[in-house]
């Protein structure tokens, strides 16, 4: 008992405890899930503006070309000298109405930079990846002959429509990125009125110079230093990092220091033309979640503890309290248990005088004699009352023990009910026998006796207006069965199970002012169990019908 309280009572402790720090946990992630993720579509944010610079600075640069007067019809040295002059263009180019490169041609006579030109960009003339007026009427002329079928046309044939949406309109200008010698090479090219493009690849350092110049300023590592103490406080630095399409540092700047191995908190691709270079924003721990982690653990740990020290305080409260009680409920039963031994063998004396002096008086002084069967039968009632009292005493420390011996169930049957007769013949009872248990056979004497007597006395108790009890007897190979029944007022169907709980009584106005203790068939029922069988009430359309049962065979030998 000691150890299933002390189990019970750490459970108290422990899984509430457990079950809310988990919550808590729980909990406590979520919310910094959730300020990472605000925290993070922020830095995206900001990083979609820095790639609005970028763009804003080829926007520029479109806009400056763009500006450029007819340059189909120039002449090769107006040309050069034009890309000479530019601070933007490497190399200016024309294409013919079919795509075909007109200037610079190789067949033609060329400088060393045309010359170059003309390697690193043979694959995009030969490929025709730049439109030219031709090829782009090609492919709206293709576009036009798609038709799409879609579903629901009259009578279940599928309508079929031009896929408007999809057709091009001829693309007048654009961006043209390629890849030579591991580096990023653009090319803008536009189309003029005369249908030719043209167009000019322009300077990389210079577009990287203009790039870096929109892009704030990258802090020397004396200012850094300064900054870091004077101003900025460590959780709120941050480093942005510009990688090219080979993932190489093209220009960073911020004040926080990232390790190597350090993953970033947001990055983005640029915009076209530089949809192969990203950005990367990179902060600490610290400034995506403002501390939160640290404060959270610490808060989830006191409040924790807070509820341990109260729970752990309640449950020693409990416990103290409850094994006082229990001491105090042990001493009462100890106590009981001593007071009715102690009542049982002077009661045992008086019921045997009463009994010898009953056979010693004679027929003529019957009032003498009533007056002794008055005290032998109360004193079997006292006995009857402390063998009740003793044998729940016994349940409650789980000490009931069988004693079987042999003996004819029949015959102890007979004892019993004639140890009662006259008493319930007093009151105007009479007792039906029909025996049926008369072979020899192994059982306990005490607890059929105790069984019949607690039975016997409350038809004397609750049934005053029955005139017949109905003993019945059965035996099979390893089962007695008893039934016993009254005609007496009965037991309302919905107490019939509860009149087996200890210390249950019924109360109505047959009951009210009937002494008992409600454990007589509480002890009758655990009795039979004890033996093998049971006790159930039988239903029954007048009076109290009782099914004693007791196993006899192999089986209840203990
Ligand atoms: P107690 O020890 O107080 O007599 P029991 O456990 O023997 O209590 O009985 C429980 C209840 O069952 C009683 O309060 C009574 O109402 C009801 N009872 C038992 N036997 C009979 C009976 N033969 N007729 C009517 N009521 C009965």
Request: glycine share 8%.
């Amino acid at each position: 008992m000691k150890l299933r309280l002390s189990i019970a009572l750490i459970l108290i402790v422990v899984v509430p405890l457990a079950l809310l720090g988990w919550l808590g946990i729980r909990v406590a992630q979520n919310e910094r899930e959730v300020i990472g993720h605000r925290f993070r579509a922020l830095l995206v944010d900001r990083l979609i503006d820095i790639d609005g610079d970028i763009a804003a600075v080829l926007g520029g640069w479109e806009r400056q070309l763009l500006a450029e007067t007819q340059l189909t019809g120039l002449e090769t040295r107006e040309l050069r000298l034009r890309a000479m002059k530019s601070p933007i263009v490497r190399q200016y180019f024309v294409l013919d109405t079919k795509g075909n490169l007109t200037y610079p041609l190789s067949t033609a006579p060329l400088n060393e930079t045309e010359k170059r030109f003309v390697v690193r960009t043979q694959d995009i003339w030969m490929n025709k990846e730049i439109p030219s007026q031709a090829v782009q009427e090609e492919v709206v002329q293709q576009v036009q002959s798609t038709k799409v079928p879609i579903k629901g046309g009259k009578g279940g044939t599928p309508q079929v429509v031009t896929k408007q949406a999809a057709r091009p309109t001829a693309q007048r200008k654009g961006w043209h990125v390629w890849y030579w010698d591991n580096g990023l090479n653009l090319i803008f090219w536009w189309r003029e009125s005369s249908g030719n493009i043209v167009g000019a690849e322009v300077s990389d350092v210079r577009l990287m110079a203009d790039i870096v110049g929109a892009l704030p300023e990258t802090i020397e590592q004396d200012q850094y230093q300064s900054r870091m103490s004077q101003r900025t406080p460590p959780s709120q630095a941050s480093r942005i990092k510009l990688l090219d399409s080979n993932s190489n540092l093209v220009y960073q700047w911020g004040l926080y220091e990232a390790t190597e191995d350090e993953q970033p908190q947001a990055a983005l691709a640029l915009s076209q033309p530089l949809g192969s270079w990203k950005l990367q924003y990179y902060a600490s721990e610290d400034s995506v979640y403002g501390g939160y982690g640290k404060g959270m653990l610490f808060n989830l740990l006191s409040g924790l503890g807070a509820v341990a020290v109260a729970m752990v305080v309640l449950a020693i409260y409990f416990y103290r309290e409850s094994s006082r009680d229990m001491r105090e409920a042990t001493q009462r039963i100890s106590f009981v248990n001593k007071v009715s031994h102690e009542l049982k063998t002077p009661l045992t004396s008086i019921r045997m005088y009463a009994e010898m002096l009953a056979g010693q008086i004679d027929e003529e002084n019957p009032k003498a004699k009533r007056h002794l069967s008055i005290i032998v039968s109360e004193s079997q009632r006292l006995s009857r009352l402390i063998g009740n009292v003793l044998t729940f005493s016994r349940k409650q420390r789980s000490a009931l023990k069988i004693h079987k011996s042999k003996g004819i169930i029949d015959e102890a049957l007979r004892e019993v009910l004639e140890r009662s007769e006259t008493g319930l013949a007093s009151n105007g009872i009479q007792i039906e026998f029909h025996p049926g248990a008369g072979k020899a056979l192994e059982f306990d004497r005490d607890i059929l006796e105790q069984v019949m007597c607690n039975l016997l006395s409350n038809v004397e108790k609750y049934a005053t207006s029955a005139d017949l009890i109905t003993v019945t007897s059965t035996q099979t190979q390893d089962t007695v069965t008893i039934t016993f029944s009254d005609n007496g007022p009965g037991i309302p169907a919905s107490e019939h199970k509860k009149i087996f709980d200890a210390f249950y009584r019924v109360s109505d106005k047959v009951n009210d002012g009937v002494a008992g203790t409600g454990i007589g068939l509480t002890i009758a029922r655990e009795l039979a169990l004890l033996h093998g069988g049971d006790l159930v009430l039988q239903p029954r359309e007048k009076g109290a019908s009782f099914k004693f049962t007791l196993q006899v065979g192999k089986e209840s030998n203990q």
